[in-house]
């Protein structure tokens, strides 16, 4: 079973940022927390990972909350082709197994 | 090009057939894997490769075998087709000892 909460589905203005809130209450310590997408119909796209500090690449930054209970992605500006299911996933690095739970359905509205 | 591809992208056949799909990367990965994603749409480990060697098997079927003839392919047979089968399958790929797991586009399999 996933390890992660996230809501069902989000819609955001295109040009704005999107927030995708994820909780882990029950992480441990050598766990990371890792985003993927998936746009219809394709397979699923890494996005991001991290541990405890705040990460940041081309696609997204990662805010993680000092006691690591929630996790917060960040497109800072949406557009359309950010419309995808959103995974917030929890494992330990080299696990070898992700586990995905429902996501977040995330819409970006023009 | 393709870092991972899959054939075929449709698979349409009957129960009781037995049929594959193939899966390749081109990334240099030493890891290799396959999900299932039902009607539903939960995304399901199945099984992962470390140099050709089985590491994970998420108590699928033993219908299913998957073949790793060498480490840049992961191919999935499946004997006795069922209904139930009926889903996509992802193969993905990654360095072992990380979890940026790269994904192929994906056969979508229907059994009638």
């Known amino acids: 079973d996933a390890k992660t909460t996230q809501p069902p589905s989000m819609d955001c203005a295109e040009g704005r940022a999107a927030n995708l809130p994820c909780n882990h209450s029950t992480i441990s310590g050598n766990e990371y927390v890792y985003w993927y997408r998936q746009i219809h119909s394709q397979g699923p796209q890494y996005i991001i990972h991290g541990l405890k500090n705040n990460e940041t690449n081309e696609m997204a930054s990662l805010i993680i909350t000092e006691d690591r209970k929630s996790s917060t992605l960040i497109l800072p500006h949406a557009t359309l082709r950010d419309t995808a299911v959103y995974y917030c996933?929890?494992?330990?690095?080299?696990?070898?197994?992700?586990?995905f739970g429902q996501g977040t359905r995330l819409t970006i509205n023009p | 090009d393709t870092a991972v591809s899959q054939t075929p992208k449709y698979l349409v056949t009957q129960m009781g057939n037995d049929k594959s799909i193939k899966c390749e990367q081109n990334?240099?990965?030493?890891?290799m894997y396959w999900y299932k994603q039902d009607s539903k749409k939960f995304l399901k480990i199945m099984f992962s490769y470390n140099n050709k060697e089985l590491i994970i098997n998420e108590t699928v079927p033993n219908r299913f075998s998957p073949k790793s003839p060498d480490k840049a392919h992961l191919n999935l047979h499946i004997n006795s087709l069922e209904l139930g089968d009926s889903a996509v399958y992802f193969c993905a790929s990654s360095y072992r000892g990380f979890d940026e797991q790269f994904f192929g586009p994906g056969t979508r399999l229907t059994v009638l």
């Open positions: 990334l240099g990965h030493d890891t």
């Open positions: 996933i929890v494992s330990t690095q080299g696990a070898q197994k992700l586990v």
